[in-house]
Each structure stands twice: as C-alpha cells, then as structure tokens.
C-alpha cells in the first residue's frame, strides 16, 4: 500500500472547481507537514501549498485567493479545493510531506505521491 495516495484529478473546464484528495497510509498526517506540487507539461515542478501539523496554511502567490487547503485527521486525509480553475493550472498534482512548511510553498519534500491529472480545458 503506497504510503500517500492523491485523487480527484480530472478534466474541467475553466472557472470549474475539483478538489483534491491526499489519503496517507501507514502514518499520522498531521504529524507532519503536507504540501501540493504540480508540474505542466513541459515546465518544471513548482510548490502550490503546504499545510504545517499545527493547520498552518501557506499559499503560492499564483493561487490569488482560488485553493484552500484543509486537514481531516480522522480520514488521515488531506485536501486541496481549487476554485475557479484556469486553463494554466493544467498539471499533475503531487502531494508530498515533509517536516515542516517552508513560508513561500517549494517542492523539497521527503515523500511523495503517485500524482494526480488536472487538466482545465473548455
């Protein structure tokens, strides 16, 4: 059993919304910090939140207010909401856990998921 599991990718259209699933196994989440990566076709991976044990929440500043990160411990279950979807946000979506969050979201992590397929298209 892998020990971090994203779903809820999937094909939207602009404006659209999904939100995104990080199910861990095998350990408590919220022991640590849990972050989203995304990598575009062609671009490198960059850091779009992190949420810290303590609920902390740090967003990228192309995110403008769109995703919320939120934590459920008994689901041992992380989530990414991502509101009004823009056809630039198309990308796999990572989600990965480290000891703790760096203030400005970046992609070194300890551990890492299998990703999940977004894709904004109309």
């Known amino acids: 059993q892998l020990p971090l599991v994203e779903s809820g990718g999937g094909l939207v259209q602009p404006g659209g919304s999904l939100r995104l699933s990080c199910a861990a196994s095998?350990?408590?989440?919220?022991?640590?910090?849990t972050g989203w990566v995304r990598q575009a076709p062609g671009k490198e991976r960059e850091g779009v939140a992190c949420?810290?044990?303590?609920?902390?929440?740090y967003y990228a500043d192309f995110v403008e207010g769109r995703f919320t990160l939120s934590r459920d411990n008994a689901e041992n279950t992380v989530y990414l909401q991502m509101n009004s979807l823009k056809t630039d946000d198309t990308a796999i979506y990572y989600c990965?856990?480290?000891?703790?969050?760096?203030?400005?979201?970046?992609?070194?992590?300890?551990?890492y998921g299998q990703g999940t397929q977004v894709a904004v298209s109309s």
């Open positions: 990965a856990t480290d000891v703790s969050c760096a203030r400005v979201p970046g992609t070194q992590y300890l551990r």
């Open positions: 095998g350990f408590p989440l919220h022991y640590f910090a």
């Open positions: 949420m810290s044990s303590d609920g902390t929440s």
